[in-house]
Each structure stands twice: as structure tokens, then as C-alpha cells.
């Protein structure tokens, strides 16, 4: 069950870096980064969700 929760946190975290990296801070320089790290949060929590799944975690 905590592996589920700490899914939904990096979904969420991401969702938000995301968020903000598309809205307010658009035209900021980093933005880009941002972006690349939002994605590699999702990508993390698929892994995730992916072990668990398949029962390796």
C-alpha cells in the first residue's frame, strides 16, 4: 500500500512541476528542464508502478 502512496506523490509532484513549466514559468530560461524533469518523474513512476504490478517490488 505505501508503494501506491509514494506512486501518487511523484505523480503529483510531477504533474505540478509540469503545471508550473507550461503556465507562470513559460517564459522563464529553465523551463525546458523543468519539463525534462517532470517526464523523468513520470518515467520513474511507471517503473514503479510497473515492478509492482509485475511483483518484483
Do not use: D, E, H
Amino acid at each position: 500500500m505505501a508503494l501506491w502512496v509514494f506512486f501518487g506523490f511523484i505523480v503529483l509532484s510531477a504533474t505540478f512541476v509540469l503545471v508550473l513549466s507550461q503556465g507562470p514559468l513559460k517564459a522563464a530560461p529553465n523551463a525546458g528542464a523543468l519539463r525534462t524533469v517532470a517526464y523523468a518523474q513520470y518515467a520513474a513512476a511507471l517503473l514503479l508502478a510497473l515492478a509492482r504490478v509485475t511483483g518484483v517490488a
